[in-house]
């Protein structure tokens, strides 16, 4: 592996596991039953952005790049009502992180640059590139974690006064 190679791996690793201490930080104080409420009639609810970005990264880096055979089934990422327990939407969770960090891991510096395509990504030509987008989503839905529980606190606040 050459250094360039090596520093890619390294700073993809530290994104994904500061990804994984952050909703973990997140959903820490919340019960089961908030991750699942949905403080407005429109937008998702915590555990479905879990579900959203757990079935995203076992997609996009799993059965493209790792080759684990994952099956996605995107809409009910959005709509699945079985309400898991926190801590199954967790563990689900951390094991797409803990593949994610082990595939990162696994690429040569030629596999950076190797030919990517997956269904609703037309942009990610490469493997490099999706890895990057994949982590830049998991971003953006962290910042819409941290809305809804400011919003769940404040509802339970608002309640208990």
Not at 26 to 36: G, K, M, N, Y
Request: net charge neutral; hydrophobic share 35%; glycine share 4%.
């Amino acid at each position: 592996m050459t250094a360039l190679s090596f520093k890619v791996a390294s700073a993809f690793e530290n994104q994904y596991e500061m990804i994984r201490g952050k909703i973990h930080e997140l959903v820490a104080p919340l019960s089961t039953e908030q991750i699942w409420r949905r403080p407005y009639p429109y937008g998702n609810s915590i555990g479905h952005l879990l579900l959203h970005l757990t079935g995203n990264l076992n997609y996009y880096i799993g059965a493209q790049i790792a080759d684990t055979g994952y099956i996605r089934h995107r809409d009910r990422e959005f709509t699945d009502t079985e309400n898991r327990a926190k801590e199954q939407v967790l563990a689900d969770f951390d094991r797409a992180i803990s593949m994610v960090v082990a595939t990162v891991k696994k690429q040569s510096p030629e596999d950076w640059s190797s030919a990517y395509s997956a269904e609703r990504e037309p942009e990610s030509k490469d493997r490099f590139t999706i890895i990057l987008r994949c982590a830049s989503h998991a971003n953006h839905h962290i910042g819409q974690i941290i809305y809804l529980c400011t919003e769940l606190t404040k509802s339970a606040t608002q309640k208990a006064g």
